[in-house]
Each structure stands twice: as structure tokens, then as C-alpha cells.
């Protein structure tokens, strides 16, 4: 355990869903990110918080749409998904932003757009 | 652009033998990390190393880096089937210290 929960572990929406994914960490971090794994790219950074503060959006669509109500939790909103953007989706925690330090990630929630 | 390449893709080996993964990337960096996936889970943090050391030891890991080259080595000794997994290295470029960019990684198996 790495002390980052994510879920669900699994979820299977259609392309006009509207779901949402969970993280939560418990190791007193104050910056958190989310990443999208496919099968055909390396892993992408998408958004990283810092203090409950979005510092970075990468060029991610706007049908992503993450929010972060405390330096603990972490969402990813999703809507009007498409079948392209099946993925893991991992989110992973550091000590602070602008330290350089290891990452702590979740098991990731595998997403399936249908 | 893609940062991180690992070489190589793939690498099968017989338990007890050592596996080596190489990292190039194409930036000035300040750190590389490497990282470790078991199918299809989260990532967990092997070793960080900054860009004014060389090389870092860690149990069986060793880690070295070559910043003239843009290149750095995982090597892991005395492999054991429960090393088989995915490597990734990251690199933070000049986006940042916690901007971390990801290869491809190196899928090693590790026979008994």
C-alpha cells in the first residue's frame, strides 16, 4: 500500500455518462496529479495541484475536469467521454510542489468508454 | 515530445542473472527517476538521482547517470520472478521538478 486509494478500481461508462473518479491520500502531501496510461502512449501527466491549486492543465480536453477541494482529495469529472480516452487513470501524491521527490500513486481506476 | 525512451522494450532473463534497462532523453534535466509497474497498477518509486550525481545504489538496484550523454542505466542483480514487471525512467526537463515526463518503459520477465 502506498497510502493513495483510488475509486473506483474499474469503471465502464458510455460516451454521454457522467462519472466521477477518486483519490485520496493519507500521507500529509500537499501536491497531488493525475495521469492517463494507454495502451499506446507513455505514461501523461494531465493535472497537477498544489495546495488545492490547479498549477498545470496539460492541453487536456475540457470533458476532463478535475477538482481538488483539500490537499487529501482529489476528483476527476468526466463527461461525454470518448472511446479513445479508455485508459488507466492514476493519481499519485508528492510532498510538496516544487521539490524535487518521489511520487506516491494509486492502484489507477482502468476506464472503458463504450 | 516524449523525454524518456528506455531500451530495451522488452527483456526476458532467467532468475539469478542481472537485467539492465538504459534511459535516453533529449533535455537538460535536474533529477531522473525511475519507477516500477506491476500489470496494469500504480507505479512505485525505485530511486531518484540528481543530475550532479552519477550514480546511486539502492538493495539490488543500481542506478547510474550520464548527463553528458543524456543517458542513465537501471541495473538490477540477482534478478528474481517477482522483479518481473514494467521500468519506467522520468525525467523533470524544464517543466518543473514535479513535471515529471515518462518513457515507454522496459518490460522485463524474470524466469524461474
Known amino acids: 500500500e502506498t497510502g493513495v486509494t483510488q475509486t473506483p478500481r474499474h469503471l465502464v461508462m458510455g460516451m454521454t455518462n457522467k462519472k466521477s473518479l477518486k483519490c485520496e491520500q493519507h500521507?500529509?502531501?500537499?501536491?497531488m496529479y493525475w495521469y492517463k496510461q494507454s495502451a499506446k502512449k507513455p505514461l501523461e501527466l494531465m493535472f497537477v495541484?498544489?495546495?488545492?491549486?490547479?498549477?498545470e492543465n496539460n492541453s487536456v480536453p475540457s470533458r476532463f475536469s478535475p477538482e481538488c477541494p483539500n490537499s487529501s482529495h482529489l476528483f476527476l469529472h468526466l463527461h461525454t467521454l470518448q472511446p479513445e480516452d479508455s485508459a488507466l487513470y492514476l493519481c499519485?501524491?508528492?510532498?510538496?510542489?516544487?521539490?524535487?521527490?518521489?511520487?506516491?500513486f494509486g492502484p489507477g481506476t482502468r476506464l472503458t468508454v463504450t | 515530445s516524449q523525454q524518456g525512451e528506455e531500451d530495451p522494450q522488452a527483456l526476458s532473463i532467467q532468475e539469478g542473472e542481472n537485467a539492465t534497462m538504459n534511459c535516453s532523453y533529449k533535455?537538460?534535466?535536474?533529477?531522473l527517476q525511475w519507477y516500477r509497474q506491476n500489470s496494469g497498477r500504480g507505479l512505485v518509486h525505485l530511486i531518484l538521482?540528481?543530475?550532479?550525481?552519477r550514480e546511486k545504489h539502492s538493495g539490488r538496484l543500481r542506478v547510474t547517470l550520464d548527463t553528458s550523454k543524456k543517458s542513465s542505466s537501471l541495473l538490477i542483480t540477482a534478478s528474481r520472478a517477482a522483479d518481473t514487471a514494467s521500468y519506467f525512467c522520468?525525467?523533470?526537463?524544464?517543466?518543473?521538478?514535479?513535471?515529471?515526463?515518462f518513457g515507454a518503459g522496459t518490460r522485463l520477465a524474470v524466469h524461474p
Open positions: 499519485a501524491s508528492s510532498r510538496a510542489f516544487g521539490l524535487a521527490d518521489e511520487q506516491y
Open positions: 500521507l500529509g502531501h500537499n501536491a
Open positions: 495541484y498544489s495546495l488545492e491549486e490547479r498549477v
Open positions: 533535455t537538460s534535466i535536474n533529477n
Open positions: 538521482i540528481r543530475s550532479n550525481e
Open positions: 522520468a525525467t523533470d526537463g524544464t517543466g518543473g521538478y514535479n513535471k515529471l515526463i
